[in-house]
């Protein structure tokens, strides 16, 4: 499954651009990888991992703005349309116990 989270924050003042940075240091520490910007992506293998990633998200969630969390399958995944761009194969991001280097 993957979990992707869509957030849209604010960073009007120094005190809104620390809760961002904040925020997305904390997605990043947990595995998650950028899509786009504001879009962070992770794989999980199971429902239990699925809802032990989503209560940090809520634990570390920021005062003001708007967070969202969308789990899908590897499936529905596997079907997503480029319209414009492409996809970036640089990053290791596979279900595979074992990677070579």
Do not use: W
């Not at 925020?23 to 950028?34: E, V």
């Not at 699925?50 to 969390?69: D, F």
């Amino acid at each position: 499954m993957r979990m992707i989270v869509f957030f849209d924050l604010p960073t009007e003042t120094l005190a809104d651009k620390r809760e961002y940075r904040r925020f997305r240091k904390t997605l990043i520490q947990n595995g998650f990888l950028m899509m786009q910007e504001s879009v962070y992506c992770r794989m999980v293998l199971n429902g239990s991992v699925q809802k032990s990633v989503a209560e940090i998200i809520r634990r570390s969630r920021p005062c003001a703005g708007l967070v969202q969390l969308l789990t899908v399958t590897e499936k529905q995944f596997s079907h997503m349309v480029y319209i414009t761009g492409e996809s970036s194969s640089d990053v290791i991001d596979s279900d595979e116990r074992l990677v070579i280097l």
